[in-house]
T-cell receptor
Framework: QKEVEQNSGPLSVPEGAIASLNCTYS??????FFWYRQYSGKSPELIMS????GDKEDGRFTAQLNKASQYVSLLIRDSQPSDSATYLC???????????????FGTGTLLAVQP | DGGITQSPKYLFRKEGQNVTLSCEQN?????MYWYRQDPGQGLRLIYY???????QKGDIAEGYSVSREKKESFPLTVTSAQKNPTAFYLC????????????FGQGTRLTVV
């Protein structure tokens, strides 16, 4: 089982729709969860962090965390063509490979917002 | 302005050469990380350091070496033992503690010629 898993996509949504991105992680003791956006050829940009169960909203973005299910998601409301990018899920604070504080990334989901 | 600076942006290496990628941060972050990204892939952890003069191997450390002599600096050397070094290399720094968000430099694209 991969430590952090995401569907690779592409996930295609029409402009104005809600995009839903999902991520699961393997270590139950993980503490910190992040969503990064990466445009082609650029470095990742942090868009959301979440540390407690429940929802966290920031503008058009909502992160959802369910530690019991080891599941974290990102919702993007009113999707715009400029949201088209790869979205990376990252997890920290677990015990991956016997080491703590390894910030582990999923392989990313490619989102395409169609005008 | 505070941030993370990676240099160079592009780097070409001949077969059998060692090359060093620079990463400097002025965010006063304790932890620094190096990742490798191949086309269409996620980020794979090479090495990380949580304090000065200490570092740990990540998942793909073979063929790489690092040092952490100063809090601000975490250079990565790609040695000749790394058989397939062509990739996009990303450095990140993290403020350790409760709110441990990672911020990235702009990356170095290494190509073997």
């Amino acid at each position: 089982q991969k430590e952090v898993e995401q569907n690779s996509g592409p996930l295609s949504v029409p402009e104005g729709a809600i995009a839903s991105l999902n991520c699961t992680y393997s270590d139950r003791v993980s503490q910190s969860f992040f969503w990064y956006r990466q445009y082609s050829g650029k470095s990742p940009e942090l868009i959301m962090s979440i540390y407690s169960n429940g929802d966290k909203e920031d503008g058009r973005f909502t992160a959802q965390l369910n530690k019991a299910s080891q599941y974290v998601s990102l919702l993007i409301r009113d999707s715009q063509p400029s949201d088209s990018a790869t979205y990376l899920c990252a997890v920290n604070g677990g015990n991956y490979g016997g080491a703590t504080n390894k910030l582990i990334f999923g392989t990313g989901t490619l989102l395409a917002v169609q005008p | 302005d505070g941030g993370i600076t990676q240099s160079p942006k592009y780097l070409f290496r001949k077969e059998g050469q060692n090359v060093t990628l620079s990463c400097e941060q002025n965010l006063n972050h304790d932890a620094m990380y190096w990742y490798r990204q191949d086309p269409g892939q996620g980020l794979r952890l090479i090495y990380y350091s949580q304090i000065v003069n200490d570092f740990q191997k990540g998942d793909i450390a073979e063929g790489y070496s690092v040092s952490r002599e100063k809090k601000e600096s975490f250079p990565l050397t790609v040695t000749s033992a790394q058989k397939n070094p062509t990739a996009f290399y990303l450095c990140a720094s993290i403020r350790t503690g409760r709110w441990d968000e990672a911020f990235f430099g702009q990356g170095t694209r290494l190509t073997v010629v």
